[in-house]
């Protein structure tokens, strides 16, 4: 991966990291914009509490698209995230719903495969949207698939309580010009949801 390339998902990161985890101007609303400019889905956000195994979910009854957004630095503990699908699957019996892992650390394999299998046995398709550094992290494309407004949404929302450094404008634009370029943003890398 070339330096300028490395460089720029690096900024892209820690400008993720700089969101609160929560809310619609942390991670969980970055993960929902995101996934709306990707899908054309408009998405809610579940309030805090027992959220049923999803921090978002299509905001019409034939939008079975949902989502759980994990702002980590390192990847998720297993039973955090299997855990989710268990309670997707209990509280909503809906038949073939598909269920987006977003997060800032890469799944690893144990758990990449647990989420599919688990997914498999509740009917539920599911895709791990993580920060897997080849060929590009699929996080990254999708946040930089948002474009300016994603641009605009991590510079208004920087929390200074993260300990992350607060970054330009200009900065993630760059960034974002870097990542968009790379063959593997186009879409066509993206692996086909389980």
């Not at 805090?48 to 630095?73: H, N």
């Not at 299997?82 to 909503?92: E, H, N, P």
């Not at 688990?118 to 599911?126: E, L, Q, V, Y």
Request: hydrophobic fraction near 40%; include cysteine; charge should be negative.
């Amino acid at each position: 991966m070339p330096d300028n390339l490395e460089h720029s998902l690096e900024l892209i990161r820690c400008a993720l990291l700089a969101l609160k985890a929560s809310g619609k101007d942390g991670f969980e609303g970055a993960l929902r914009l995101a996934l709306t400019r990707l899908t054309g889905i408009p998405f809610r956000l579940a309030a805090s509490g027992f959220q049923g195994g999803m921090d978002g979910d299509g905001a019409l009854p034939t939008d079975a698209v949902c989502f759980e957004a994990k702002r980590y630095s390192e990847s998720p503990k297993r039973e955090t995230v299997l855990a989710k699908i268990a309670d997707l699957a209990r509280s909503r019996p809906d038949a073939d719903r598909l269920w987006v892992l977003g997060v800032t650390a890469e799944a690893n394999a144990q758990l990449s495969s647990e989420v599919a299998q688990d997914g498999d046995r509740n009917a539920i398709s599911t895709f791990v949207l993580d920060w897997l550094s080849e060929p590009l992290p699929l996080l990254a494309v999708a946040i930089v698939a948002a474009d300016n407004e994603a641009i605009d949404f991590l510079v208004n929302n920087f929390d200074p309580s993260t300990g992350q450094q607060i970054l330009s404008r200009e900065d993630l634009a760059d960034a974002f010009g870097s990542v968009s370029k790379h063959p593997g943003s186009s879409g066509a890398e993206c692996r086909k949801p389980r």
